[in-house]
């Protein structure tokens, strides 16, 4: 995708992508059938420079790093990117404004890796449950009602036959 085309001609693209399209969220969800929804958007600023809008919407499934119960964490993030020629006017455009991120033009822009570091930047390094909601591994055994192993076990051999 021109992405500078994209911008001038206020191009909309909206659509959904799987995790298993993502290289590098396919590694860490637990399941890789969740959806997201992309949408992206071309316009200009007030200086006529091409500017994109990039809206990202899903959860995602991981293991909670306290307990390693799988954890829902649900993403959503638009970001504005104001598309420059070189790395060079990068610098100058982030001295100028740092809440909006600038992008190199490119011919060929890859539209789901800029999604998958969206989606990545809204994850905490380390997710967890909220307090209270995790349950640590119980390895003493106690404290645990019905639904433990044992009892499932039993299920299990019960409808075996
Ligand atoms: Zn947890």
């Given at each position: 995708?021109?992405?500078?085309?994209?911008?001038?001609?206020?191009?909309?693209l909206s659509w959904s992508a799987?995790?298993?399209?993502?290289?590098?969220?396919?590694?860490?969800?637990?399941?890789?059938?969740?959806?997201?929804?992309?949408?992206?958007?071309?316009?200009?600023?007030?200086?006529?420079?091409?500017?994109?809008?990039?809206?990202?919407?899903?959860?995602?499934?991981?293991?909670?790093?306290?307990?390693l119960e799988p954890l829902s964490?649900?993403?959503?993030?638009?970001?504005?990117?104001?598309?420059?020629?070189?790395?060079?006017?990068?610098?100058?455009?982030?001295?100028?404004?740092?809440?909006?991120?600038?992008?190199?033009?490119?011919?060929?822009?890859?539209?789901?890796?800029?999604?998958?570091?969206?989606?990545?930047?809204?994850?905490?390094?380390?997710?967890?449950?909220?307090?209270?909601?995790?349950?640590?591994?119980?390895?003493?055994?106690?404290?645990?009602?019905?639904?433990?192993?044992?009892?499932?076990?039993?299920?299990?051999?019960?409808?075996?036959?």
């Amino acid at each position: 995708m021109d992405s500078i085309q994209f911008a001038r001609t206020s191009g909309e693209l909206s659509w959904s992508a799987q995790v298993s399209d993502f290289e590098r969220l396919a590694q860490i969800a637990l399941d890789d059938e969740a959806d997201f929804q992309l949408r992206l958007e071309g316009f200009q600023d007030g200086d006529e420079k091409p500017c994109l809008r990039l809206q990202v919407k899903g959860a995602i499934r991981l293991s909670c790093q306290r307990c390693l119960e799988p954890l829902s964490l649900e993403v959503a993030s638009e970001r504005e990117f104001v598309l420059v020629e070189r790395e060079h006017d990068m610098m100058d455009l982030a001295e100028e404004d740092e809440a909006i991120e600038s992008l190199v033009a490119e011919a060929q822009l890859d539209v789901l890796a800029l999604a998958e570091d969206e989606i990545l930047l809204q994850m905490p390094i380390a997710p967890m449950h909220d307090p209270g909601i995790c349950n640590p591994p119980d390895w003493t055994g106690r404290g645990r009602n019905d639904s433990s192993a044992f009892s499932v076990l039993g299920t299990l051999t019960d409808t075996k036959d």
